[in-house]
């Protein structure tokens, strides 16, 4: 069953998934049409699930689910996951880019996570950049509240950093 993000408890399971480019608002459009009647059907083993769905920074979808009612099972976090193989090759959309997220002024930006150091060194990001940690640490809503946007020097990144923040 559906529900407003702003009505799901901090304790939701949430799964984040990361556009590989801004999202346009036609496409946020169609992707929360699309969304919230597959969210209001989503079940588990028969029982109905409790979640939401919100876009994020034109970049991000959160699939929010509160687990006091009902848990996910494998075979409803693949019904989810199958939502969003759809949608990207509908849209264009590679909904599973695993490049690393920053904001840059008013724009999100990615690089890759295999050239973390490659970013410091050409000034592409700085200690104080901050990332959008898309990690295993993030599993309920209070998380993506207060660990999912971090600064660099703070995040996985930090052994690039030393104290003046140049490359250690």
């Excluded at 929360?32 to 876009?55: F, N, R």
């Excluded at 991000?60 to 969003?84: H, K, M, P, Y």
């Excluded at 990615?110 to 990690?135: C, H, M, R, W, Y």
Aim: aromatic share 12%.
């Amino acid at each position: 069953m559906y529900i407003s993000f702003e009505q799901i408890p901090q304790s939701a399971r949430i799964w984040v998934y990361q556009a590989n480019r801004t999202l346009t608002d036609a496409e946020i459009s169609d992707i929360e049409t699309t969304l919230k009647p597959a969210v209001s059907q989503w079940a588990a083993h028969g029982a109905s699930l409790l979640a939401s769905v919100k876009v994020l920074y034109n970049r991000f979808v959160v699939i929010a689910l509160d687990e006091n009612q009902n848990e996910a099972s494998g075979c409803s976090i693949d019904a989810s996951t199958r939502w969003f193989v759809e949608l990207g090759n509908r849209l264009n959309i590679d909904f599973f880019d695993r490049s690393q997220a920053y904001i840059d002024g008013d724009e999100i930006k990615t690089f890759s996570i295999f050239q973390p150091k490659k970013a410091i060194e050409s000034g592409l990001i700085s200690a104080d950049t901050i990332l959008f940690v898309n990690n295993n640490n993030l599993h309920t809503l209070a998380d993506l509240s207060t660990q999912w946007k971090v600064r660099a020097s703070e995040s996985y990144l930090k052994r690039f950093f030393n104290n003046v923040g140049s490359l250690a």
